[in-house]
């Protein structure tokens, strides 16, 4: 292993933003892919569905499967298909077999989630865990924005083909920059599966955290998902679209780290949720009604971000240490089904509406019914609390 575990800590961060670039690059297209191809939202909703479509059945395994083969490989692995996904969306002239690239770089980045997590766990320990996580986290929101900035620009100068090319070659890269910097302290020693354990109330409990965390943030996905479609139909060229809720985005990879600051202070992590969720409710829904959207979709940003960390804090309290494994994989599972469902749901409601912007309303609701859950999962642990 390289010396330096944030020189490691660095390779995972560029890597990982190329997953968020990735996923990005179909809603930064959108309107391009329906002049071109003569597909409709439906089909958009669902090719940015098809992302996680797989995470589905890979999301629960694939920490396991890392104990087995050993994190490196697994990391190598999933950035490889992720490459591979990319240059098949690039060569892909229809639906199907962009459909196809799309669930393999999906795919390969549901893998890279689960294992970076791993990694980064083992590397760092102590107070700088929460450091190293906190950065970690960010290059997501760092990868769409950055692919938010300049994905439009790119279709509109080279074609759509340019962006799948793009983020095909980026994970390329990111798997290069994993391969040449991180090795394992020890030699990886195939190790047997563990044993899928969990109990039913666990089972229950971080369920509904994870439902909490897709309803939560499907409001934001909106926004990413169908708000450069919102802006073209006003008048934006994809280029500007895409510049304008970027800086949205960039307000949001600030409005995550200084939310975990805010809700240590307050310690009310109920109050931060439902507050935030409240308020981005709201920021995401009057978005598509006011001249200048701008603002409000900072507001959104601003409020979806606050309570991140409140939210996958939930897992940690939902299962007991030893049963963790399963209950992070079940955590995930919950996550890729939402994030495939909503935006193939939300296309279909644009395509019957003929108007981009029913996917705010969409998002908007979602976001009131994480309250809901929450207070499902808060019923829950005190229904347990005071049995026990």
Not at 169 to 182: E, K
Not at 255 to 278: E, Y
């Amino acid at each position: 292993m390289t010396a330096n575990r944030w020189v490691v800590l660095g390779a995972l961060f560029l890597a990982r933003s190329a997953l968020g670039y990735h996923f990005q690059s179909v809603a930064s297209v959108s309107p391009l892919l329906v002049e071109d191809l003569g597909i409709d939202f439906t089909e958009i909703g669902t090719l940015i569905g098809f992302f996680s479509l797989l995470g589905v059945l890979t999301a629960l395994p694939s920490g396991f499967l890392a104990q087995y083969f050993g994190e490196r490989r697994m990391c190598l692995f999933g950035l490889a298909m992720m490459a591979l996904g990319g240059f098949v969306m690039w060569l892909g002239d229809g639906f199907a077999l962009i459909s196809v690239g799309r669930i393999i770089a999906g795919t390969g980045g549901v893998v890279i989630t689960v294992v970076m997590v791993k990694i980064v766990g083992d590397l760092f320990e102590g107070k700088e865990v929460v450091t190293a996580m906190a950065v970690l986290m960010n290059s997501w929101p760092v990868g769409i924005a950055l692919g938010l900035y300049t994905q439009g620009a790119m279709a509109e100068a080279w074609g759509w083909q340019a962006v799948f090319l793009t983020a095909g070659i980026g994970s390329f890269v990111g798997m290069l920059l994993v391969a040449i910097l991180y090795r394992p302290a020890a030699p990886i020693v195939a190790r047997p599966v563990q044993r899928l354990a969990i109990t039913r109330m666990e089972a229950a409990k971080v369920s509904l955290a994870g439902v909490v965390w897709v309803l939560y943030n499907a409001g934001y996905l909106m926004v990413l998902s169908f708000g450069p479609a919102m802006l073209v139909l006003r008048g934006m060229d994809v280029a500007a679209a895409g510049l304008l809720l970027a800086n949205a985005t960039f307000v949001y990879m600030f409005a995550i780290p200084l939310g975990g600051w805010l809700s240590q202070k307050l310690a009310r992590p109920n109050l931060v949720m439902v507050s935030c969720f409240a308020l981005g409710a709201l920021m995401v829904a009057l978005a598509p009604v006011v001249d200048a959207p701008l603002p409000l979709f900072i507001l959104a940003a601003i409020f979806i971000g606050i309570p991140t960390g409140n939210v996958m804090a939930l897992t940690v309290e939902t299962v007991r240490a030893e049963h963790r494994n399963t209950g992070t994989g079940l955590y995930h599972t919950w996550n890729h089904a939402g994030l495939f469902v909503g935006p193939a749901f939300a296309g279909w409601i644009v395509t019957q509406t003929g108007d981009p912007a029913t996917a705010m309303y969409f998002g908007g609701v979602t976001m009131v019914l994480a309250i809901v859950a929450l207070g499902g999962l808060r019923t829950l642990q005190w229904r347990e609390a005071r049995a026990g």
